[in-house]
Nanobody
Framework: QVQLVESGGGLVQPGGSLRLSCAAS????????MGWYRQAPGKQRELVAA???????NYADSVKGRFTISRDSAKNTVYLQMNSLKPEDTAVYYC??????????????WGQGTQVTVSS
């Protein structure tokens, strides 16, 4: 079984910064894709930033130039550096990964989420 654990959320003022972390653990053979989604109250879950299976990055238009996704493959960890935060960034942020287990079964996994609140 594979687990994703997020950390780094919290309360920050507009214009501030946060760094989210997501660590994958378990019987992992390979991580095929990994990234971040977010969901605000009353809204649908949306992609924020992700590494694709080809190693390239995708960003939502609303966060381009402000957020940066990075990874430490040795630690099976992905990060989201969030700068110039706006109130509209307030949401629960979820880590997501497509992972092939050592059994060679590929599945989609979700973390439990971490709250990011941007408010003065």
């Amino acid at each position: 079984q594979v687990q994703l654990v997020e950390s780094g959320g919290g309360l920050v003022q507009p214009g501030g910064s946060l760094r989210l972390s997501c660590a994958a653990s378990g019987s992992i053979f390979s991580i095929n894709a990994m990234g971040w989604y977010r969901q605000a109250p009353g809204k649908q879950r949306e992609l924020v930033a992700a590494f694709t299976s080809g190693g390239s990055t995708n960003y939502a238009d609303s966060v381009k130039g402000r957020f940066t996704i990075s990874r430490d493959s040795a630690k099976n960890t992905v990060y989201l550096q969030m700068n110039s935060l706006k109130p509209e960034d307030t949401a629960v942020y979820y880590c997501n990964a497509v992972i092939t287990a050592r059994s060679l079964i590929m599945l989609n996994y979700w973390g439990q989420g971490t709250q990011v609140t941007v408010s003065s």
